[in-house]
């Protein structure tokens, strides 16, 4: 069974430029969630898609969105980049939501904002 | 709010036992975990335990949880080189997946 797919993995932009990753999740896995991490602040959450529905929501500014689609692959946005967006960013996709135990990671999509 | 903390810095020498310790806010968790990040790569789950048992053992991993003083531990048993890695602490809040992480320890496994 192929694990979390994130791409691109490396990716470099220009700041007040917009950017789009993207998650595939495990197949059957129904609900992904998105995390930055960086140096200073660590593995913080951004968001949780399930069934196409964003769940739940960290405190990021609205230049951070997301989506998923109906085969539950998720893809988050980024508008208007800043220096401080530089991180390696996170997906995680579980079986389902609520109850689940399990969440396992892709291997990230490191952002260098210059 | 919900925290998660950790010591940053762990060294131990090949063969001997690690024993990584955390300590969470939220009483509310249901179930707390154990990630394994390399150098360059994502999140690994090692184990996780659920907020109404006291340990979990899976080969060479223990998982001790003490819900009174909301501390947890991972104890590695023979820790071997290839342990070399930063582990974090997460705890589950909510009905969702949304993780409050650790800040991390750094596991370095001398010769």
């Known amino acids: 069974k192929a694990g979390v797919t994130q791409t691109p993995r490396y990716l470099i932009k220009t700041r007040g430029q917009q950017v789009t990753l993207s998650c595939s999740p495990i197949s059957g896995h129904r609900s992904v969630s998105w995390y930055q991490q960086t140096p200073g602040q660590g593995l913080q959450f951004l968001f949780e898609y399930f069934s196409e529905t964003q769940r739940n929501k960290g405190n990021f500014p609205g230049r951070f969105s997301g989506r998923q689609f109906s085969n539950s692959r998720s893809e988050m946005n980024v508008s208007t980049l800043e220096l401080g967006d530089s991180a390696l960013y996170l997906c995680?996709?579980?079986?389902?939501?609520?109850?689940?135990?399990?969440?396992?990671f892709g291997q990230g999509t490191r952002l260098t904002v210059v | 709010g919900e925290d998660v903390e950790q010591s940053l810095f762990l060294s131990v020498r090949e063969g001997d036992s690690s024993v990584i310790n955390c300590t969470y806010t939220d009483s509310s968790s249901t179930y707390l975990y154990w990630y394994k990040q390399e150098p360059g790569a994502g999140l690994q789950l090692l184990t996780y335990?659920?907020?109404n048992m006291d340990m979990k053992q899976d080969q060479r991993l223990t998982v001790l949880l003490n819900k009174k003083d909301k501390h947890l531990s991972l104890r590695i048993a023979d820790t071997q080189t290839g342990d070399s890695a930063i582990y974090f602490c997460a705890e589950r809040w909510g009905d969702g997946q949304n993780f409050v992480f650790g800040p991390g320890t750094r596991l370095s496994v001398l010769p």
């Open positions: 995680a996709s579980s079986p389902e939501g609520t109850g689940n135990t399990e969440a396992f």
């Open positions: 335990i659920f907020s």
